[in-house]
């Protein structure tokens, strides 16, 4: 298991707010080059606007804070589809290179992305404990999904949104991104009732963190 400080965090500015990146693979890769397999990031959303293209990747996305955003998607098929998407609603997932538009519906939201190559398989999901309640991950989080080829590895991550979580020894707090290649199992709430996003990505080679 390794848990990455917020000092080592990447934030940069874009016309419609901020974006923080958490974690980058491989790490000498760029999101502007798109050389990267696999990219964790945060946003704040403070202005409505399109989405980049990230053509030849997919997508998974989250609400941590904020009212919502009114998503306008077009796919490659040109099918078409509006809705809205608040922090309540499950993770969204769609593919990179399909145009969506999004709007504010009511100040600005912070959010959680996963951007990975089209081969990888991706889950993520939000959780919310109490105190000394047990988390237990998602062991078959990248069976969900079928895929044409094989899964040699798995990178599980949790980031903590708010709250504390006890793993053995080790105190997980607020703001922290956890990396692990095996199922991020026996994690406790602490005294702190604790939020968060869990995820997963099956990997068709190994990986090293």
Known sequence: MKIIEPC???????????????????????????????????ARVEQGGPFSDFSGYQRALLLLSGEGLKLEQRKVDDSHVC???????????????????????????????????????????????????????MNNVITTKKHSFKTVSCLYGLYLHQGELNAGQTVIKAGQLVLSLTPLDNLVGSALSSEGVYFACGLPYLIEI
């Open 8 to 42: 080592n965090f990447i934030t940069t500015q874009w016309a419609g707010g901020s974006t923080t990146q958490l974690w980058i693979w491989p790490p000498k890769s760029n999101v502007a080059e798109r050389d990267f397999e696999l990219r964790i990031s945060m």
């Open 83 to 137: 809705f809205l998407f608040s922090p309540n609603d499950p993770c969204w997932y769609f593919a990179g290179q399909d145009t969506v538009r999004a709007e504010l519906l009511n100040g600005p939201v912070q959010d959680f992305n996963l951007i990975a190559a089209q081969e990888h398989t991706l889950n993520m999901v939000r959780f919310s404990l109490d105190a000394a309640q047990l988390f237990c991950s």
